[in-house]
């Protein structure tokens, strides 16, 4: 049996070369998923949710608490959404493969949603919170998972606290300190614009290599996700 070239020598070069560059797009896909998947390559340590050293108490909006010794977790269903005043702003779905975005054409954040999710696993409370100490501005957000409906809410700059179905106060914990603002922007990839256009197939080959090169640097969850894709559809 013959040996099978990458190109046909009847092409015109410049379809030679568009072919060429969009297979050495592919192979260094492939390469990087590689090295990804045997540990070649690691993620850098995230530090952001690392506990600060715990003390008698805890200052948030000008007030000193004493801190707890108590510990909760929270039990996840198979599916969980996260609402903003009644709007779901992301969705997913935990599968046989893994947790997926409900929405298909979304670029998640999957390190963020790892940290979501260990988050909730196991959380020290570091003090609660009343109905009564909150204001209506304050940024708030529900998780709803297995029929049940879990409240959050931002109180002070980067204190989060929730309140558990059935229980009558809200547990702050340094465990939810990454989560920023949680708008719909929180679960979006930040390379989402490249991984867009390395995903795209209609876009020129040129483009796709700059912005292929743009995220090499970055082997995230986001990005092996769309180089398999691209991988097993030859695109």
């Known amino acids: 049996m013959k040996n099978q070239t990458f190109t046909n020598l009847n092409e015109r070069p410049a379809q030679r070369f568009t072919k060429i560059a969009a297979q050495a797009l592919i192979l260094a896909g492939s390469i990087f998923f590689a090295l990804e998947s045997s540990g070649e390559i690691i993620d850098a340590v995230d530090t952001s949710r690392m506990p600060a050293s715990v003390g008698e108490t805890r200052k948030v909006t000008g007030e000193s608490r004493k801190a707890t010794d108590e510990t909760q977790s929270i039990e996840l269903g198979k599916r969980i959404s996260i609402l ?3 709007h779901p702003i992301a969705e997913f779905q ?13 670029f998640t954040n999957w390190k963020f949603f790892d940290n979501f999710i260990e988050s909730l696993q196991t ?36 204190t989060w606290a929730v309140k558990r179905p059935g229980q009558k106060d809200f547990e702050a914990s340094r465990s939810f300190s990454f989560f920023g603002d949680m ?17 795209d197939p209609t876009a020129a080959i040129t483009i796709r290599i700059t912005a292929f090169r743009s995220i090499m640097d970055s082997p995230s969850a986001d990005v092996k996700l769309v ?9």
């Open 183 to 199: 708008e719909a922007s929180t679960w979006s990839s930040p390379l989402e614009k490249s991984l867009r256009i390395v995903k």
């Open 123 to 158: 959380y020290r409370v570091d003090f609660k919170i009343t109905d009564d100490e909150l204001k209506p501005e304050l940024k708030h957000f529900e998780m709803r998972t297995s029929g049940r409906i879990f409240k959050f809410v931002k109180f002070g700059d980067h």
């Open 84 to 86: 903003h005043d009644s």
């Open 94 to 106: 935990n599968t046989s493969q893994g947790w997926k975005n409900r929405d298909a054409k979304s």
């Open 227 to 235: 180089l398999k894709e691209v991988l097993l559809t030859e695109g």
